[in-house]
């Protein structure tokens, strides 16, 4: 049933040059016009080609994904401060426990942040999120809202539990949303009413038909929403990590984006696509 007021969806596709074949997919989805919105992991390695490629590019909104949890970080501190993990990102959980700990200052986050966004300062980025929603963390989140205005940039992706659509209902995906749940309680004060309401988190990484079809019925007219999503083109010569193959059905997404049937049910349910305002 159609809504009175369109809905405005923001399609934004995370992990920009995370790979060089899946940043070609994302491009590929921009000019198909399933893509409204990418972010890019500026700490990735060939990046300056991969920007290129962006800045070529008509019709997208880009933002920095910030990363502490993948690859090497810009700053000399923090790959100091990394020594035990040979200079490098050593995971979400283990690299939360060093942020909330103390073991890394908050301000060794907000240099590496800073460098990540400078890397990108060719663009005028409009939004920032993060790599496995760290900056959301209670300790972090205060610095990218503080970076957000020293940059002007007007998006702070706020990652909500979502405990509709646990349609997986894995022990993980149920301790992803009892922690954000957590974290947003602490987090009331500092969170950012202005940005799209995020959906698409119980689906991230393997978004299909049915499941897009059900969210869709819960969204309400004359809103903004960001759906996640995580697609690309899937090249083994670049990628080999058996989590990262288990996690993402990059292709597949891609498909879905570009396909006749997520068309049909944009019109169904009276969604226009949208970049952020």
């Known amino acids: 049933m159609k809504q009175a007021q369109p809905i405005r969806l923001i399609v934004n596709a995370d992990d920009y040059a995370y790979f060089a074949c899946t940043s070609r997919g994302i491009l590929d989805g921009v000019r198909a016009g399933s893509i409204t919105a990418t972010g890019i992991l500026a700490n990735a390695e060939n990046l300056s080609e991969q920007l290129d490629w962006l800045a070529a590019i008509d019709g997208i909104d880009v933002g920095i994904h910030l990363n502490l949890t993948h690859g090497s970080p810009l700053t000399t501190t923090m790959r100091h401060k990394l020594s035990a993990y040979q200079g490098r990102f050593p995971g979400l959980y283990r690299m939360s426990y060093l942020v909330l700990s103390g073991k890394i200052r908050r301000e060794d986050v907000a240099d590496e942040w800073r460098a990540q966004i400078e890397r990108c300062r060719q663009f005028k980025l409009k939004f920032l999120n993060s790599h496995q929603h760290i900056h959301m963390l209670p300790d972090l989140l205060p610095i990218a809202m503080a970076l957000a205005g020293d940059y002007q940039i007007a998006y702070v ?87 990262l193959l288990a996690y993402h059905h990059w292709e597949a997404e891609l498909a879905l984006l570009n396909s ?4 049909s049910l944009y019109q169904k349910y009276n969604i226009r696509l949208s970049g952020y305002a």
């Open 260 to 263: 006749a049937e997520l068309q």
């Open 157 to 243: 992706r706020q990652t909500l539990p979502d405990w509709h659509l646990s349609h997986h209902c894995q022990p993980g995906v149920v301790l992803r949303n009892l922690l954000l749940q957590t974290v947003n309680i602490i987090n009331r004060s500092a969170t950012q009413t202005a940005s799209p309401r995020l959906i698409g988190l119980n689906g991230s990484g393997q978004l299909n038909l049915p499941y897009l079809e059900k969210l869709f019925a819960r969204l309400s007219g004359g809103q903004c929403y960001e759906l996640m999503c995580h697609p690309g083109y899937f090249d083994n010569t670049e990628i080999s990590d058996q989590s």
